[in-house]
């Protein structure tokens, strides 16, 4: 498809004809919004969805106190007694939600973790990552990776660049909004061995099978979209969401992530 100076006209005019036809309005502070609650205070915003989630529990017919605190460890006997645990721990975090601080910098930045071959049934590795403006959690993603990764290098690799997507997506999205994207994001990972192929343009036989992964990441990399830096795994956010940890291991990443408390 050619795009001629004629069509970028009749572009233009459109937008002229849709800004004088539709004009945004201030409905006031937003109090619930597609199953969101969102309270505000001077200090920030803070949104959960215990309505939503005490919804769920009424149509399971839960209305005992018994309660988990962690989901993740559920057993694996049934797919009925997987799906009982996560509604059981979902009681004990009801009024849980997301605070987000108004003073916060909007300054982004992403961490990418993999738990590898982390599901013993059939070797398949998870995928998470976290993106935070200033303090605020505002991305996230936990999801199996669809085929088995042969390395941890492999899996983590994969993450990475579905991490990169949803980095430029933010960028654009921030940019729209009138957020200035001039710098690179910061893109925290802890495995050094994917750092270094991310930086290196020659690619092994080793690499060949992530081959287009490897050109996408090193393309946003050289042209400033993001840069790369190794964390360790005690200062990995991502790690919540690729597996089952200690509870206090558990607590500690999510009072990083600004994920509180607030009954009613």
């Not at 006031?28 to 005490?54: P, V």
């Not at 909007?106 to 995928?127: E, H, I, K, Q």
Request: hydrophobic share 40%.
């Amino acid at each position: 498809m050619i795009i001629t100076g004629d069509d970028l006209s009749g572009i233009q005019e459109l937008k002229d004809f849709l800004s004088q036809q539709f004009e945004m309005k201030d409905l006031g502070h937003l109090s619930y919004f597609l199953g969101l609650e969102i309270t505000h205070s001077t200090d920030g915003l803070y949104i959960t969805q215990a309505k939503y989630a005490s919804d769920l529990l009424s149509q399971a017919g839960l209305t005992d106190n018994k309660t988990v605190s962690q989901y993740l460890s559920a057993p694996r006997s049934t797919h009925y007694a997987v799906v009982l645990r996560i509604i059981r721990y979902l009681k004990g975090t009801l009024f849980h939600g997301l605070f987000y601080l108004a003073q916060s910098p909007l300054v982004l930045r992403a961490f990418s973790d993999a738990n590898w071959a982390g599901d013993p049934t059939d070797r398949r590795s998870t995928t998470g990552y976290c993106f935070l403006l200033g303090s605020s959690l505002i991305s996230w993603r936990s999801k199996k990776q669809t085929f088995v990764a042969r390395s941890s290098t492999e899996a983590e690799y994969r993450v990475l660049a579905d991490t990169t997507s949803e980095l430029i997506w933010l960028r654009w999205l921030l940019k729209d909004l009138g957020v200035s994207t001039s710098s690179a994001t910061p893109l925290y990972c802890d495995n050094q061995s994917v750092i270094h192929i991310a930086h290196n343009d020659v690619f092994h036989e080793r690499t060949k099978h992530i081959e287009i992964d490897c050109h996408f990441i090193r393309y946003h990399l050289v042209h400033g979209a993001l840069k790369l830096f190794s964390v360790s795994s005690k200062d990995q956010l991502a790690d919540i969401f690729t597996k089952s940890l200690p509870k206090r291991r558990t607590r500690d990443l999510v009072d990083n992530l600004k994920l509180v408390s607030h009954p009613p």
